[in-house]
């Protein structure tokens, strides 16, 4: 039976690239201390459920927590017009996803049943793998109840209800992702004991994560890191610095990711049902050509690379040059 493409999460995305470059020590230090949750905040993390599953608690939440859902909302939906792919554009109109409050999973999971199987579930923040996949495995979408503060708009270490429901959940309206990702979850547990999770976290982060996908008008987001993030959506498509390439399985399960900024390379897909093909690929002899070639860094490009756009690498150059 072929390997379906699935992985761990990894790292999983920061909302957006962190900018401490020009903030003094006294600034840093006079920031909030943000607080842990799930896996992240070790045994005070985990919940009683064995599946790490909770309830969302959606009644508890405050009028200054669903003030920064809106403020998210509002910003995010002026910006992606013309950015987000069409799917991602109108899974978000399907949806009883709105800017007043931050969205019940109950009633996001009645929709998503209806339309593809699948239904969204609260987890204090990050699970382990073997967790993550069975969920994925069985279309239910691990989403973090809790919100970030309002200093953390622009940078979090760890998914949020913005993030994991404003940036994955309309693209699981879509048939091509919703078994794409459940395909994820089954063959997550294989690449498990095969001891692949590296490479195949790395199709993760550069498809359901950071992925563009070709369009009749141009390049489109479908990446959640993406379409939940201000400045790297405009970043993604607008900026010289990046490369733009054109997907490859192979390759993309040799390449490192950034976890920390802005992505140095961008892989791009002709439409969302090549997710799909690979699926039926098996992913062993993938695995060890993966294993056995050199490693690739962020912003390494190769001969036979097929290019939308050559990065001028300016952003990570200065940003090197600052930090340096």
């Not at 899974?91 to 593809?116: C, H, N």
């Not at 690379?305 to 090197?320: C, E, K």
Request: glycine residues 8%; hydrophobic residues 40%; aromatic residues 10%.
């Amino acid at each position: 039976m072929a390997c379906p493409s699935a992985t761990s999460p990894g790292p999983r995305p920061p909302t957006g690239p962190t900018r401490r470059s020009s903030a003094t020590e006294a600034e840093m230090l006079a920031e909030p201390v943000a607080a842990k949750h799930g896996l992240a905040a070790g045994e005070a993390g985990r919940p009683a459920n064995a599946d790490w599953t909770i309830d969302q608690g959606w009644a508890n939440y405050s009028a200054a927590e669903h003030a920064t859902w809106k403020t998210l909302f509002e910003r995010q939906t002026k910006l992606l017009p013309g950015r987000a792919c069409d799917e991602f554009v109108q899974g978000m109109k399907d949806l009883p996803i709105g800017a007043d409050q931050i969205p019940d999973f109950r009633r996001l999971s009645e929709v998503l049943m209806q339309r593809t199987g699948w239904q969204v579930v609260a987890v204090p923040g990050l699970v382990p793998d073997d967790v993550f996949f069975e969920h994925l495995a069985n279309r239910r979408f691990p989403a973090g109840h809790f919100i970030r503060k309002p200093h953390e708009l622009d940078y979090l270490e760890e998914p949020d209800v913005f993030h994991d429901v404003f940036g994955h959940v309309p693209m699981l309206m879509n048939p091509a992702i919703a078994d794409f990702i459940q395909a994820y979850g089954q063959g997550g547990l294989r690449a498990q004991q095969l001891g692949c999770l590296p490479q195949l976290a790395r199709v993760y982060w550069y498809t359901i994560e950071f992925g563009l996908v070709q369009q009749r008008d141009g390049l489109r987001i479908y990446g959640a890191g993406i379409a939940s993030s201000f400045t790297e959506s405009v970043f993604c498509l607008d900026s010289p610095s990046p490369n733009r390439v054109r997907f490859d399985l192979e390759r993309v399960m040799r390449t490192h990711y950034r976890i920390d900024d802005f992505q140095e390379s961008y892989f791009v897909i002709r439409d969302l049902d090549e997710l799909l093909d690979f699926t039926r690929v098996d992913f062993a002899p993938l695995y060890q050509r993966a294993k056995n070639a050199r490693e690739l860094q962020p912003g390494d490009l190769l001969p036979d690379d097929v290019l939308f756009q050559r990065g001028d690498g300016s952003y990570h150059r200065a940003r090197n040059t600052v930090t340096g």
